[in-house]
């Protein structure tokens, strides 16, 4: 299993560019979740699918910001336009909905600047 | 006041010696407890989960106490490779949403 896998790893962009942020999910896992990372803020929710339906949006900043799943093993996030107080590492994560014990497997983030 | 405090640290401790991290959450309908530990520049990975009657794994000890609303990790024999950020996690209902706190930085010294 290659599990959670995202791209690009790292992102630099001017400000007012789009950024498209991309995340594949594990085979068979039905959840997904993008979260944001600051040092100021830490790890935040920003939005979460299962089944490939929004549940809740209610951490997306600004409209500036979108996330769409077209399908069960993808989703992206997207930022139009981007500002640097959009930097941030971006992580998706996975998991399985049954089982109450399960956890979630992050993929390896992507770190955004935006100058 | 924030859904899962953690002691930011650092707490800085010699190798082989037992730290203790504690974490409050202030929802008292939170389901599942578990302890992520993020390395630098790293994604969160999960350490453990937390049950009610508390549990080991190896030199990592977990406990919950719903009455207080409060986890715990004990690391015993501390390692140089513990060495990362710690953090507390819960969820709420069955919609698992995992609440994070900031985490605690733990340095393990040689």
């Known amino acids: 299993d290659a599990g959670v896998i995202q791209s690009p790893r790292h992102e630099v962009t001017e400000m007012g560019q789009e950024v498209t942020l991309r995340c594949k999910l594990i085979s068979g896992h039905n959840s997904l979740f993008w979260y944001r990372q600051t040092m100021m803020r830490g790890l935040e929710l920003l939005i979460y699918f299962n089944n490939n339906v929004p549940i809740d949006d209610s951490g997306m900043p600004e409209d500036r910001f979108s996330a769409k799943m077209p399908n069960a093993s993808f989703s992206t996030l997207k930022i139009q336009p981007s500002e640097p107080r959009d930097s941030a590492v971006y992580f998706c994560a996975s998991s399985l909905r049954s089982g109450r014990r399960d956890g979630y497997t992050f993929g390896s983030g992507t770190r955004l600047t935006v100058v | 006041r924030k859904e899962v405090e953690q002691d930011p640290g650092p707490f800085n401790v010699p190798e082989g010696a037992t730290v203790a991290f504690n974490c409050t959450y202030s929802?008292?309908?939170?389901?599942?407890f578990f302890w992520y530990r993020q390395d630098c520049r790293k994604e969160p990975k999960l350490l453990m989960s937390v049950y009610s009657s508390g549990n080991e794994d190896g030199r990592f000890t977990a406990q919950l106490n719903r009455a207080s609303q409060y986890i715990s990790l004990l690391i015993r024999d501390s390692k140089l490779s513990d060495s990362a950020t710690y953090l507390c996690?819960?969820?709420?209902?069955?919609?698992?949403?995992?609440?994070f706190g900031s985490g605690t930085r733990l340095l393990v010294r040689p």
């Open positions: 996690v819960v969820t709420l209902d069955s919609s698992y949403k995992l609440i």
């Open positions: 929802n008292s309908a939170s389901q599942s």
